[in-house]
Protein backbone atom coordinates (compact mmCIF):
# COMPACT_ATOMS: atom_id res chain seq x y z
CA UNK A 1 0.00 0.00 0.00
CA UNK A 2 1.64 3.22 -1.13
CA UNK A 3 1.05 5.95 1.69
CA UNK A 4 2.71 8.76 -0.25
CA UNK A 5 2.02 9.27 -3.74
CA UNK A 6 3.33 10.93 -6.77
CA UNK A 7 1.02 10.43 -9.42
CA UNK A 8 3.44 11.97 -12.48
CA UNK A 9 6.36 10.51 -13.01
CA UNK A 10 7.78 13.27 -15.17
CA UNK A 11 6.88 16.68 -16.05
CA UNK A 12 8.20 19.27 -18.61
CA UNK A 13 7.98 22.61 -17.48
CA UNK A 14 9.62 25.95 -20.13
CA UNK A 15 12.32 28.09 -18.69
CA UNK A 16 10.86 30.72 -16.58
CA UNK A 17 7.51 29.15 -16.52
CA UNK A 18 5.98 27.75 -12.93
CA UNK A 19 6.43 24.00 -11.93
CA UNK A 20 3.79 22.46 -9.48
CA UNK A 21 4.78 19.21 -8.53
CA UNK A 22 2.15 17.18 -6.70
CA UNK A 23 1.86 14.67 -4.27
CA UNK A 24 -1.04 12.92 -2.43
CA UNK A 25 -1.00 10.94 0.99
CA UNK A 26 -3.33 8.67 2.75
CA UNK A 27 -1.98 8.49 6.47
CA UNK A 28 -3.84 10.91 8.68
CA UNK A 29 -1.10 10.35 10.99
CA UNK A 30 1.81 12.14 9.04
CA UNK A 31 1.77 15.45 10.36
CA UNK A 32 5.64 16.69 8.33
CA UNK A 33 5.91 16.92 5.14
CA UNK A 34 9.24 17.42 2.96
CA UNK A 35 10.59 17.88 -0.69
CA UNK A 36 13.70 16.52 -1.86
CA UNK A 37 15.64 16.70 -4.99
CA UNK A 38 17.63 14.32 -6.65
CA UNK A 39 20.41 14.58 -9.29
CA UNK A 40 21.14 10.62 -10.90
CA UNK A 41 23.71 8.81 -8.95
CA UNK A 42 23.81 11.54 -5.72
CA UNK A 43 22.44 11.43 -2.53
CA UNK A 44 18.98 13.72 -2.25
CA UNK A 45 19.41 16.69 -1.16
CA UNK A 46 16.70 18.34 1.16
CA UNK A 47 14.49 21.13 -0.50
CA UNK A 48 11.79 22.81 1.74
CA UNK A 49 9.48 21.29 4.51
CA UNK A 50 5.92 22.23 5.97
CA UNK A 51 4.75 20.78 8.85
CA UNK A 52 0.46 20.45 9.35
CA UNK A 53 -0.27 23.08 11.09
CA UNK A 54 0.65 25.52 8.23
CA UNK A 55 -0.95 25.64 5.06
CA UNK A 56 2.30 26.97 2.62
CA UNK A 57 6.01 27.40 3.33
CA UNK A 58 8.01 29.36 1.17
CA UNK A 59 11.80 29.50 0.31
CA UNK A 60 13.00 31.73 -2.28
CA UNK A 61 11.52 30.45 -5.59
CA UNK A 62 9.96 27.23 -3.64
CA UNK A 63 6.90 27.45 -2.16
CA UNK A 64 5.06 24.30 -0.42
CA UNK A 65 1.27 23.86 -0.33
CA UNK A 66 -0.65 21.61 2.04
CA UNK A 67 -4.07 20.57 1.87
CA UNK A 68 -4.76 18.63 4.48
CA UNK A 69 -8.23 18.05 4.61
CA UNK A 70 -7.58 16.63 0.66
CA UNK A 71 -4.06 15.41 2.02
CA UNK A 72 -2.58 16.87 -0.74
CA UNK A 73 -0.07 18.87 -1.24
CA UNK A 74 1.99 20.84 -4.14
CA UNK A 75 5.89 22.42 -4.60
CA UNK A 76 5.81 24.96 -6.55
CA UNK A 77 9.26 26.59 -8.45
CA UNK A 78 8.97 30.30 -9.79
CA UNK A 79 10.61 30.97 -11.86
CA UNK A 80 11.64 27.14 -13.44
CA UNK A 81 16.05 27.17 -14.35
CA UNK A 82 17.38 24.38 -16.36
CA UNK A 83 19.33 23.47 -12.91
CA UNK A 84 15.83 22.16 -11.50
CA UNK A 85 16.23 19.62 -13.78
CA UNK A 86 16.32 16.58 -11.55
CA UNK A 87 13.72 13.76 -9.88
CA UNK A 88 11.59 15.52 -7.06
CA UNK A 89 10.71 13.74 -4.21
CA UNK A 90 7.96 13.87 -1.73
CA UNK A 91 7.94 12.78 1.53
CA UNK A 92 5.97 12.63 4.84
CA UNK A 93 6.63 11.99 8.24
CA UNK A 94 4.84 10.76 11.52
CA UNK A 95 7.18 9.83 13.91
CA UNK A 96 8.81 11.43 16.50
CA UNK A 97 12.62 12.32 17.11
CA UNK A 98 14.93 13.58 14.51
CA UNK A 99 14.79 12.13 10.80
CA UNK A 100 10.87 10.91 11.79
CA UNK A 101 12.11 8.60 14.50
CA UNK A 102 11.68 4.58 14.02
CA UNK A 103 9.86 5.34 11.01
CA UNK A 104 11.85 7.46 8.84
CA UNK A 105 10.71 9.55 5.93
CA UNK A 106 7.23 7.61 4.04
CA UNK A 107 8.64 8.63 0.19
CA UNK A 108 6.82 8.69 -3.21
CA UNK A 109 8.51 7.58 -5.79
CA UNK A 110 9.42 10.57 -7.20
CA UNK A 111 8.54 13.14 -10.34
CA UNK A 112 11.57 13.64 -13.17
CA UNK A 113 11.32 17.44 -13.91
CA UNK A 114 12.59 18.46 -16.98
CA UNK A 115 13.15 22.72 -17.66
CA UNK A 116 13.18 23.42 -21.72
CA UNK A 117 14.72 26.27 -22.88
CA UNK B 1 27.90 21.16 10.07
CA UNK B 2 27.18 17.87 9.77
CA UNK B 3 28.49 15.77 6.63
CA UNK B 4 28.06 12.35 6.00
CA UNK B 5 30.42 10.05 4.22
CA UNK B 6 29.80 6.64 2.73
CA UNK B 7 31.73 4.21 1.02
CA UNK B 8 31.82 2.49 -1.88
CA UNK B 9 30.56 4.85 -4.23
CA UNK B 10 29.95 1.86 -6.57
CA UNK B 11 30.16 -1.57 -6.83
CA UNK B 12 29.41 -4.41 -8.28
CA UNK B 13 29.04 -8.21 -6.56
CA UNK B 14 28.58 -11.42 -7.45
CA UNK B 15 25.44 -13.30 -6.70
CA UNK B 16 26.34 -14.85 -3.11
CA UNK B 17 29.73 -12.85 -2.50
CA UNK B 18 28.99 -10.44 1.37
CA UNK B 19 28.72 -6.82 1.37
CA UNK B 20 29.63 -4.35 3.38
CA UNK B 21 28.97 -0.51 2.78
CA UNK B 22 30.13 1.63 5.47
CA UNK B 23 28.81 4.95 6.37
CA UNK B 24 30.70 7.76 9.02
CA UNK B 25 28.90 11.54 10.02
CA UNK B 26 30.57 14.07 11.87
CA UNK B 27 29.70 17.38 13.19
CA UNK B 28 27.25 15.66 15.61
CA UNK B 29 26.85 13.24 18.66
CA UNK B 30 24.20 10.67 19.30
CA UNK B 31 22.51 10.75 15.91
CA UNK B 32 19.85 8.87 14.77
CA UNK B 33 21.04 6.95 11.35
CA UNK B 34 19.07 5.46 8.72
CA UNK B 35 20.00 2.86 5.69
CA UNK B 36 17.67 3.73 2.87
CA UNK B 37 17.65 2.00 -0.83
CA UNK B 38 16.37 3.44 -4.13
CA UNK B 39 15.50 0.02 -5.95
CA UNK B 40 14.85 1.02 -9.89
CA UNK B 41 11.59 2.92 -10.60
CA UNK B 42 11.09 2.92 -6.91
CA UNK B 43 10.77 5.36 -4.09
CA UNK B 44 13.21 5.21 -1.04
CA UNK B 45 12.46 2.43 1.08
CA UNK B 46 13.40 2.39 4.50
CA UNK B 47 16.13 -0.66 5.06
CA UNK B 48 17.25 -0.14 9.07
CA UNK B 49 17.27 2.85 11.53
CA UNK B 50 19.37 3.40 14.49
CA UNK B 51 19.53 5.45 17.65
CA UNK B 52 22.66 4.09 19.66
CA UNK B 53 25.29 2.03 19.48
CA UNK B 54 24.21 -1.65 18.90
CA UNK B 55 20.67 -0.52 18.80
CA UNK B 56 19.14 -1.42 15.36
CA UNK B 57 15.52 -1.75 14.09
CA UNK B 58 14.55 -3.61 10.18
CA UNK B 59 11.88 -1.99 8.62
CA UNK B 60 11.47 -4.46 5.98
CA UNK B 61 12.57 -8.53 6.13
CA UNK B 62 15.45 -9.13 3.79
CA UNK B 63 18.82 -10.54 2.76
CA UNK B 64 20.79 -7.51 5.04
CA UNK B 65 21.65 -6.43 8.24
CA UNK B 66 22.92 -3.47 9.60
CA UNK B 67 25.00 -2.47 12.66
CA UNK B 68 26.25 0.25 14.63
CA UNK B 69 29.63 -0.45 16.23
CA UNK B 70 30.51 3.11 17.13
CA UNK B 71 28.46 6.44 17.63
CA UNK B 72 28.83 7.66 14.52
CA UNK B 73 29.17 4.83 12.50
CA UNK B 74 26.52 2.77 10.41
CA UNK B 75 27.56 -0.43 8.63
CA UNK B 76 25.12 -2.06 6.03
CA UNK B 77 26.18 -5.89 5.31
CA UNK B 78 25.12 -9.12 3.32
CA UNK B 79 26.42 -12.40 3.90
CA UNK B 80 25.02 -13.73 0.60
CA UNK B 81 23.87 -10.88 -2.23
CA UNK B 82 20.94 -11.56 -4.10
CA UNK B 83 20.35 -10.24 -7.52
CA UNK B 84 17.17 -8.30 -6.13
CA UNK B 85 19.70 -6.33 -3.55
CA UNK B 86 20.85 -4.52 -6.67
CA UNK B 87 19.91 -0.58 -5.86
CA UNK B 88 21.15 2.49 -5.02
CA UNK B 89 21.92 2.63 -0.86
CA UNK B 90 22.17 6.06 0.93
CA UNK B 91 22.77 6.67 4.65
CA UNK B 92 21.13 9.24 6.24
CA UNK B 93 21.31 11.32 9.16
CA UNK B 94 18.12 12.66 11.17
CA UNK B 95 18.11 16.07 12.01
CA UNK B 96 15.51 18.50 14.04
CA UNK B 97 12.37 18.87 12.68
CA UNK B 98 11.71 15.56 11.08
CA UNK B 99 14.07 16.12 8.34
CA UNK B 100 16.85 14.38 7.34
CA UNK B 101 20.40 14.39 5.38
CA UNK B 102 21.56 12.38 2.63
CA UNK B 103 24.71 10.60 1.86
CA UNK B 104 26.23 10.31 -1.71
CA UNK B 105 24.86 7.12 -2.26
CA UNK B 106 26.34 3.35 -2.74
CA UNK B 107 25.19 1.90 -6.09
CA UNK B 108 25.62 -1.82 -5.95
CA UNK B 109 24.99 -3.70 -8.95
CA UNK B 110 24.56 -7.67 -8.41
CA UNK B 111 25.64 -9.83 -11.11
Known amino acids: DQQVKQNSPSLSVQEGRISILNCDYT??????FLWYKKYPAEGPTFLISISSIKDKNEDGRFTVFLNKSAKHLSLHIVPSQPGDSAVYFC????????????????FGKGTHLIIQP | SQTIHQWPATLVQPVGSPLSLECTVEGTSNPNLYWYRQAAGRGLQLLFYSIGIGQISSEVPQNLSASRPQDRQFILSSKKLLLSDSGFYLC??????????FGEGSWLTVV
Open chain 1, 27 to 32: NSMFDY
Open chain 2, 92 to 101: ALGVFGNTIY
Open chain 1, 91 to 106: AASGGLGPGGGADGLT
